[in-house]
């Protein structure tokens, strides 16, 4: 296992309209590693991971993903490689199979059926019809597309939002095992914010706790 960092966040600060919400976050994730953001609604979550994934350009501090500045890579590139299932599973208009391949399609690239059921099958969504309506699917399935689309693009750093938020806990498990077993075979550190403490007990190797700057001052 190399022993560079995959992931680096140095002194990383975002303020919105003058008011602070991330001061000094810092965090070092090599392969095989996954660390859990925590912290109370509102203190920036959301936003480190969109900062982590270019999204959001920090006021300060740098973000380095395989030792390159975030800002050094190609916007396309970095983001076929750091990968996140954002907190609210969008699905675009269309079926199932045309969301599941949207994010290879992105980078010119495909996957055939046989590659779809594989993964659906590995975070619990199989069977399913390929040919329906997306925007159909529940919350929970949603949410499963939304993490399979992000792992078919065999990402090395997969950013997570609370992605098992709408799960009940045996098909939460199922998608934990799943990402922990994917981690060795991607060489792939995860970030994943989660309100569930036991999740990030039993899931994660670091934890980042992050507070409510806006309540305290
Ligand atoms: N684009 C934006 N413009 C202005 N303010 C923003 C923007 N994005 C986030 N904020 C503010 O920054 C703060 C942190 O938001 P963020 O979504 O990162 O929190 P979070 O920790 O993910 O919360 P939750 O647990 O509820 O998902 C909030 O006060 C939010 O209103
Ligand atoms: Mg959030």
Redesign the pocket.
């Known amino acids: 296992m190399s022993d560079s960092p995959i992931l680096e966040l140095e002194k990383v600060s ?1 303020s ?2 003058g ?1 602070q ?2 001061r000094d976050v810092s965090l070092i994730l090599h392969q095989n590693e996954t660390c859990g ?1 925590t ?12 900062i982590v994934n270019d999204l ?1 350009s920090p006021i300060s501090g740098t973000v380095r993903f395989q030792e390159k500045d975030v800002k050094e890579w190609d916007p396309q590139e970095l983001r076929r490689r750091v990968v996140m299932v954002p ?1 609210e599973a969008k699905m675009f208009p269309g079926t199932v199979r045309a969301n599941l391949v949207w994010g290879l399609r992105v980078h010119g690239m495909a996957a055939d059926d046989e590659q779809l059921k594989t993964i659906l099958q590995e975070v619990q969504l199989w069977p399913i019809d390929l040919d329906g309506n997306a925007e159909n699917l529940s919350g929970g399935q949603k949410q499963r597309v939304a993490i399979a689309r992000a792992l078919l693009l065999k990402p090395k750093v997969l950013l997570l ?2 992605p098992t938020s709408a799960l009940d806990t045996e098909s939460a498990l199922a998608v934990e095992k799943t990402i922990n077993d994917l981690l060795s075979d991607y060489k792939m550190a995860v970030l994943i ?1 989660t ?1 569930n403490k036991e999740q990030a007990k039993r899931f994660t190797s670091k934890i980042v706790e ?1 507070e ?1 700057l ?1 309540e305290a001052s």
């Open positions: 975002m919105f309209d008011k919400v991330l953001i912290g109370p609604s509102g203190c920036g979550k959301s936003t480190l991971l969109r959001l907190q939002d609370e914010v309100h992050l409510n806006t």
